[in-house]
């Protein structure tokens, strides 16, 4: 293959995984979140929680995923979570096993 055209792909892999970068850094997910001021203490239950989306730069680093929200039907709060806010595994008293949480990891590629 010759240089030119080597190049010529690996300047259009590189804008390609650019544009993915960009779109998965503006992307968000599906999380459980407060729809009510909540205190400490409170029981979680369909009516002060629901799925809401949030952006990944907004994300704390043990969010809980809004796929999650049946188990964390009866869960106490250990601190309180405002209105709109994530719901975050540290928040819960005794967080049940099946709560997975985890923030997507975002790295910069840079091919030479």
């Given at each position: 293959?010759?240089?030119?055209?080597?190049?010529?792909?690996?300047?259009?892999?590189?804008?390609?995984?650019?544009?993915?970068?960009?779109m998965?850094?503006?992307?968000?997910?599906?999380?459980?979140?407060?729809?009510?001021?909540?205190?400490?203490?409170?029981?979680?239950?369909t009516?002060?929680?629901?799925?809401?989306?949030?952006k990944?730069?907004?994300?704390?680093d043990?969010f809980?995923?809004?796929?999650?929200?049946?188990?964390?039907?009866?869960?106490?709060?250990?601190?309180?979570?405002?209105?709109?806010e994530?719901?975050?595994?540290?928040?819960?008293?005794?967080?049940?096993?099946?709560?997975?949480?985890?923030k997507p990891?975002v790295?910069?590629?840079?091919?030479?």
């Amino acid at each position: 293959m010759k240089i030119k055209n080597l190049i010529g792909i690996v300047t259009v892999l590189s804008v390609s995984l650019a544009g993915s970068m960009c779109m998965a850094r503006d992307s968000g997910m599906t999380v459980a979140v407060a729809t009510t001021n909540l205190q400490s203490g409170a029981v979680l239950a369909t009516n002060n929680i629901a799925q809401g989306f949030v952006k990944d730069a907004n994300l704390p680093d043990d969010f809980i995923t809004g796929q999650d929200m049946k188990v964390l039907l009866g869960v106490k709060l250990a601190k309180p979570v405002k209105k709109g806010e994530p719901i975050k595994k540290s928040d819960l008293d005794n967080p049940p096993k099946a709560v997975q949480s985890s923030k997507p990891k975002v790295f910069d590629l840079t091919i030479e």
